[in-house]
T-cell receptor, first 113, second 112 residues
Framework: KAGVTQTPRYLIKTRGQQVTLSCSPI?????VSWYQQTPGQGLQFLFEYFSETQRNKGNFPGRFSGRQFSNSRSEMNVSTLELGDSALYLC????????????FGPGTRLLVL | DQQVKQNSPSLSVQEGRISILNCDYTNSMFDYFLWYKKYPAEGPTFLIS?????DKNEDGRFTVFLNKSAKHLSLHIVPSQPGDSAVYFC???????????FGKGTTLSVSS
C-alpha cells in the first residue's frame, strides 16, 4: 500500500510570508504527527492529530498551526515566516498512538530567505 | 530541557564489527522506546522498539537494551554493514502520551 506522502517536497519562501504543507497518511491511519528537523535540534515534535482533533502540541509558537480533515489528511501552516523556520518538515502516521510505529513521509524542505 | 539525549553525534565502525549507539532519557514516565534510521533525503524508518517491561529486544542484527535504573538504552548492530551508514534517532513516549520525543541523532559510518 502507498506510504505517507508530503507535498510539496521543496519550497522557497521569503520572510514574512506564510506557507501550507500537506500530508496524506497511509490508508487506514488516523493519527498524524508533524516534526521539524534542523541540523542542531534533531526532530522536534510540532503537533499530533487524531480524528480531526489536536491531541498534543509541542513547544512551538502560535505561528505554527495545523488541522486534519475527515479523510485523515493533514495540513500544517506557518505564518509570518522567519529565517529560523528553514528546516525539513516531516509528517508521520500511525493507526492510533505513535507507539504503534509511526511511518514517516519524505518530508518537505522549506527554505526561508 | 532535552528529555532524550544522544550524546555522541557520530560513530565510525569497520564493517563486520559491532556498532553500539547510546541514548539517555530523563523522564521516568517514558515507558516505550523506539529507534529510527534515517538516510539523506528520506524520512526516518522504524527499526526496533522496546517496552519498559523488557530489558532486551532482538530483531536480526539489531538488539536494543534497556536499563531503567540508569535511564539508558543502547542499540547494538552486529555485524555492521556499510548499508547501515545513516543517522540513528532514539525516541521515547509514555503510555498516555501521543508524542514521540526524539534525541538529536547519531550519525553512524560503517567503512568496508
Amino acid at each position: 500500500k502507498a506510504g505517507v506522502t508530503q507535498t510539496p517536497r521543496y519550497l522557497i519562501k521569503t520572510r514574512g510570508q506564510q506557507v501550507t504543507l500537506s500530508c496524506s497518511p497511509i490508508s487506514g491511519h488516523r493519527s498524524v504527527s508533524w516534526y521539524q528537523q534542523t541540523p542542531g535540534q534533531g526532530l522536534q515534535f510540532l503537533f499530533e492529530y487524531f480524528s480531526e482533533t489536536q491531541r498534543n502540541k509541542g513547544n512551538f509558537p502560535g505561528r505554527f498551526s495545523g488541522r486534519q480533515f475527515s479523510n485523515s489528511r493533514s495540513e500544517m501552516n506557518v505564518s509570518t515566516l522567519e529565517l529560523g523556520d528553514s528546516a525539513l518538515y516531516l509528517c508521520a502516521s500511525s493507526f492510533d498512538k505513535p507507539q504503534e510505529t509511526q511511518y514517516f513521509g519524505p518530508g518537505t524542505r522549506l527554505l526561508v530567505l | 530541557d532535552q528529555q532524550v539525549k544522544q550524546n555522541s553525534p557520530s560513530l565510525s565502525v569497520q564493517e563486520g564489527r559491532i556498532s553500539i549507539l547510546n541514548c539517555d532519557y530523563t523522564n521516568s514516565m517514558f515507558d516505550y522506546f523506539l529507534w529510527y534510521k534515517k538516510y539523506p533525503a528520506e524520512g526516518p524508518t522504524f527499526l526496533i522498539s522496546i517496552s519498559s517491561i523488557k530489558d532486551k529486544n532482538e530483531d536480526g542484527r539489531f538488539t536494543v537494551f534497556l536499563n531503567k535504573s540508569a535511564k539508558h538504552l543502547s542499540l547494538h548492530i552486529v555485524p555492521s554493514q556499510p548499508g547501515d551508514s545513516a543517522v540513528y534517532f532514539c525516541a521515547a513516549v509514555w503510555q498516555a502520551g501521543t508524542a514521540l520525543i526524539f534525541g538529536k541523532g547519531t550519525t553512524l559510518s560503517v567503512s568496508s
